[in-house]
């Protein structure tokens, strides 16, 4: 059923406004973000510890709710009742676009389904923001965010990412960035280019551009700090019709595609092989030597 919303007519009920809160710098906070934070009745905070401090800077007195991903399901209902009631309530997350990796789409879809008008504010976000620095085609992209955590899961992902031409962007922690470029090279192959940007908007903001191969070698030698936005270069040889998924390969003729087609050494692609399909290098190399010997 098709429904309208004039975001500023006069209503009964109240609004659920989205402020994007400073992702580092906490002088991109807008005018109007301050101005909603002080006007309206509740906060809803992904973590009011952390909001705090930025209420406190610019001396909003404002009552903050928790609302997170392990209390979202309870809290929902209670939040759009109180809107429901006339109060209107602001949604914050840690930093940047609500709604974005955190749990603020439960509470739009709720508020949606209950009548409620929902008012977007335009503000800091992470992976735009690293997009345009990048030196890779701004549009088209896709955005991903955070990688599954399994490994198996996380190649399944990337081989998917892997039929895409637009540029790609996810997020990544710093525990993890390491692993999730090695498998990269295993999918992507090495000399794919990505970016990685470093604390965005921060005093030590930094930007690593470079292969696949190259970058793997920064992260191996440099001690590895902050949160990361990760821009892969999309696949430009996408051609869903004619190439083959490495499924359909056998253990040998993966290690030849991946010689032939990344000019990798047989040692080189039989270890990457065995990366993307989590399987003990010797298993490949076995299968792999006693074909072709």
Known sequence: MLKTQKSFEQKEQGTLYLVPTPIGNLDDMTFRAVAILKEVDFIASEDTRNTQKLLNHFEI???????????????????????LDGETIAQVSDAGMPSISDPGVDLVKAALDAGIAVVPLPGPNAALTALIASGLAPQPFYFYGFLPRKKKELVEQLNE???REETLIFYESPHRIK????????VFGPQRQIVLAREVTKRFEEFVRGSTQEVYEWLTEEQIRGEFVLIAEGNSEVDAETHETWEDLSLKEHVDFMIEEHNLPSKKAIKEVALLRDLPK????AAYHEISG
């Not at 903050?64 to 759009?80: A, F, G, I, W």
């Not at 692993?179 to 295993?186: F, G, L, T």
Request: charged content about 30%.
């Open 61 to 83: 007195d404002t009552h903050q709710l928790s609302y997170h991903e392990h209390n979202s399901k309870e809290r929902t209902p209670q939040l759009v009742e109180k809107m």
């Open 179 to 186: 692993k999730v470029v090695e498998q990269m090279i295993a």
């Open 161 to 163: 990412c892997n039929k």
């Open 282 to 285: 010797r298993e490949v190399y």
